[in-house]
Every structure is written in structure tokens, then in C-alpha cells.
């Protein structure tokens, strides 16, 4: 059973700093994409950025472009999302995914999707 398990979300001023971390367990994911997607309130959900976890592609929405960084850990089974200079717009809940279409911004190609953790970034 393929589990994707986020930590890392919470509340923090605009300009700052967080890093999320998504654990992924069930399956051997070396011909996976793994990505990040995000649903503010009211919003629907959107495309953050996505990492092939062989080889290390990776692909970012314009809106995290130079801000947000995304990468993995092989030994960890662990994909990351590193988040700089957030603003306010960046609130959300954000959700680990892993699909086998490549990297691609789809939601409908993505298999597997954890529960979410919620950013809040104040003004």
C-alpha cells in the first residue's frame, strides 16, 4: 500500500522559511515522478513543482519559480519542498503526489496523493 505522508507545514511571517518533507513508503518509486500541488481556500488546487526521482528532472510552476526549490533523498525515500520568501498568496494546503506520467502539471496524472499539510504565511 503506497503511503505519501507530508510533515513540515505551519504558520510563519512573509519573507521567511519552511521546508516540507513527504515520506513515501509501499512501492519502489525509481520510475516515478514525485510532486506538489496546493488548494488555498476557495482556489482550486494548483501545480507547485515536480521531480523525476531517477535522474532528478525537475519542473516548477512560474508562480514558485526561483522561490521554491524541490529534491529528494534516495536513501530516505523522501521528497522535499525547500519554500523561500513566501508571501501571503503561498497560504494553502499542500499535497505530496507521485505518478508515472513524467513531469507533468495534470492533477489526473498523478496516482497517489498524501493528506496534506497546511502553510500559512501572515503579512
Known amino acids: 500500500q503506497v503511503q505519501l505522508v507530508e510533515s513540515g507545514g505551519g504558520l510563519v511571517q512573509a519573507g521567511g522559511s519552511l521546508r516540507l518533507s513527504c515520506a513515501a513508503s509501499?512501492?519502489?518509486?525509481?520510475?516515478?515522478?514525485m510532486g506538489w500541488f496546493r488548494q488555498a481556500p476557495g482556489k482550486e488546487r494548483e501545480f507547485v513543482a515536480a521531480?523525476?526521482?531517477?535522474?532528478?528532472?525537475?519542473y516548477y510552476a512560474d508562480s514558485v519559480k526561483g522561490r521554491f526549490t524541490i529534491s529528494r533523498d534516495n536513501a530516505k525515500n523522501t521528497v522535499y519542498l525547500q519554500m523561500n520568501s513566501l508571501k501571503p498568496e503561498d497560504t494553502a494546503v499542500y499535497y505530496c503526489?507521485?505518478?508515472?506520467?513524467?513531469?507533468?502539471?495534470?492533477?489526473?496524472?498523478?496516482?497517489?496523493w498524501g493528506q496534506g499539510t497546511q502553510v500559512t504565511v501572515s503579512s
Open positions: 521531480i523525476m526521482w531517477s535522474g532528478g528532472r525537475t
Open positions: 509501499g512501492r519502489t518509486f525509481s520510475s516515478y515522478a
Open positions: 503526489v507521485a505518478g508515472t506520467r513524467g513531469l507533468t502539471r495534470r492533477e489526473w496524472d498523478y496516482d497517489y
